[in-house]
């Protein structure tokens, strides 16, 4: 054996120790990152990827700043670990904040090794997962940290709708560290150990004398139940990582591509006899709306979005004969299902994100209007609802809408309407689509024949059948061509699945603009 060969031999087992002690990290901090109940950043990475599938990108970099005492202190992989793999096969990339290393927070070494595995996740046409602990900016490093984020900020919203990027919140994240997540497709939070917020609690006292918690300020269940931030909230991170990579089993890996097809054995053609019994004829009668979803597509599974947050309305992933669709539903069991703020702006980004993925849109529809009153006017009730209109008309993906029961006024319209460019508009024969319920029509067209009468209660509620009959009964809009057909509930699966399949390929062309102006 040669010299050289013993000096190749020995470079190779210093590279193996050097690796293999990067990843390591340091054993008190990976202790205290325990004690706090939380993975490090390889264990979060191995929970995610495919056994055995991670590539690391730059493992060896170390930052090149000096002052306040940086200079001695130059870790390897600066506090950030960066590559690909594979979630069920299908190419993955990921970047996780190691806080055991400057409590992950973000230098200028730090940040470009996250521009690089963002423009390689774009170039390769491939999904983007953050897996996000880290305490912002790295002071030290002053304004260079900064501009790091900015070209985070950049890549996000270039990928915007190209790929699909999901942010896994498992630690603090505060100030304009907040933005990235914001700006990225699906948010995931883990209770008590992540929060987010733009100043912490100590600003917020200082500032307003209020005094509130982290996780009271910015903690999981606030983002997912009250500000609308995060779209998942989980007790634990396995639980959590789990449910991203199931999510990412549902989605396509760009723009250019499909979701991934996987028949599950449940026949096309089952009748869905249930559902003459789910959902009660009288309008006012509350049901789950979900219990519909789970009778419909394949073996009931369907995972929804933004659960916690605006109830009033369903969003969620689903397959039908195999092929994943995204599902849009009023939700009669909250709010009776009406459209508010919250549910408008929930559905519209829904929406929007099915129409960049090239997933096909399910919509039922059983509305009873939009929320009146002070405070939804006063807070744009117009200009959000609007979010929605614009969202599924905009839409080229496939659309079907199915009204299951009522459908009144504007919110008729705005949930994907035969009007505003539904492909297939269908009907249950117990729908009734109407400008309003019947009682309020009546007193509006009969007002001063009821007051007139001399027992105005009968009068009304003669008034009330006879508009019902006229202008509500359940034939009236497929005679007009406003539903394309009213089906038998039990058909309703085949149905959807037959039409799904005719518009498969289907293809519109926008007109030529640099991008439209939603309602903000």
Request: glycine share 10%; proline share 5%.
């Amino acid at each position: 054996m040669s010299a050289s060969d013993q000096t190749i031999r020995a470079r190779v087992e210093e590279l193996t120790e050097l690796k293999e002690a990067v990843r390591a990290g340091d054993a008190a901090a990976t202790e205290r990152q325990h004690a706090k109940g939380k993975l490090t950043a390889h264990e979060r990475i191995q929970l995610l990827l495919d056994k055995g599938s991670f590539n690391e990108v730059e493992s060896l970099r170390r930052h090149r700043a000096t002052g306040f005492g940086l200079e001695h202190k130059k870790p390897h992989s600066d506090g950030v670990v960066t590559g690909w793999g594979t979630v069920h096969g299908r190419t993955v990339f990921v970047y996780a904040h190691d806080f055991r290393i400057f409590g992950g927070a973000l230098g200028e070494a730090h940040a470009q090794k996250i521009h690089k595995i963002m423009d390689l996740a774009e170039a390769a046409g491939a999904p983007l997962v953050s897996l996000n602990d880290g305490a912002g900016a790295r002071i030290q490093e002053g304004v260079t940290a900064l501009a790091g984020y900015g070209g985070i900020f950049l890549r996000n919203t270039r990928a915007s709708g190209v790929i699909p990027q999901i942010s896994v919140m498992l630690g603090p994240c505060a100030g304009g560290a907040a933005y990235s997540p914001a700006l990225t497709d699906f948010v995931f939070m883990v209770r008590e150990t992540s929060q987010m917020f733009i100043t912490g609690p100590d600003v917020v006292k200082a500032v307003t004398g209020e005094e509130i918690t982290q996780n009271g300020l910015g903690g999981a269940d606030v983002h997912a139940g009250t500000s609308g931030v995060a779209h998942f909230a989980y007790d634990d991170e396995e639980h959590c990582i789990e449910d991203v990579r199931y999510l990412l089993s549902l989605l396509p890996a760009n723009n250019r591509e499909l979701s991934p097809v996987e028949h599950s054995g449940d026949p096309a053609d089952r009748l869905n006899e249930s559902l003459l019994d789910l959902v009660p004829a009288e309008p006012g009668r509350a049901y789950d709306m979900r219990k519909v979803i789970e009778e419909v597509v394949d073996h009931g599974e369907y995972f929804e979005v933004h659960p916690a947050w605006a109830p009033n309305i369903v969003c969620a992933f689903s397959r039908l004969d195999g092929h994943v669709v995204g599902i849009v539903a009023n939700q009669p069991a909250a709010m009776a299902g009406v459209l508010d703020i919250e549910a408008s702006e929930k559905g519209a980004r829904f929406v929007q994100f099915c129409d960049a993925f090239n997933i096909p849109l399910i919509t039922l529809v059983d509305v009873p209007g939009f929320l009146p009153g002070v405070d939804q006017e006063h807070n744009g009730v117009i200009r959000r609802g609007a979010k929605l209109l614009y969202a599924y008309c905009n839409a080229t993906v496939p659309r079907i809408s199915l009204v299951v029961r009522k459908a009144y006024g504007g919110a008729y319209i705005v949930m994907d309407s035969r009007s505003i460019g539904a492909d297939l508009a269908l009907a249950w024969p117990t729908n009734e689509i109407a400008v309003m319920g019947a009682e309020g029509a009546a007193n509006v067209v009969f007002r001063r024949e009821i007051n007139a009468a001399d027992d105005p209660e009968a009068v009304r509620n003669e008034r009330i059948q006879e508009y019902k009959d006229e202008l509500m009964h359940p034939y009236y809009a497929a005679e007009r061509g406003l539903i394309d057909d009213v089906i038998d509930p039990r058909e309703t699966r085949s149905v959807l699945i037959r039409s799904l399949e005719m518009l498969r390929a289907k293809h519109t062309e926008l007109p030529s603009r640099k991008h439209g102006n939603p309602p903000q």
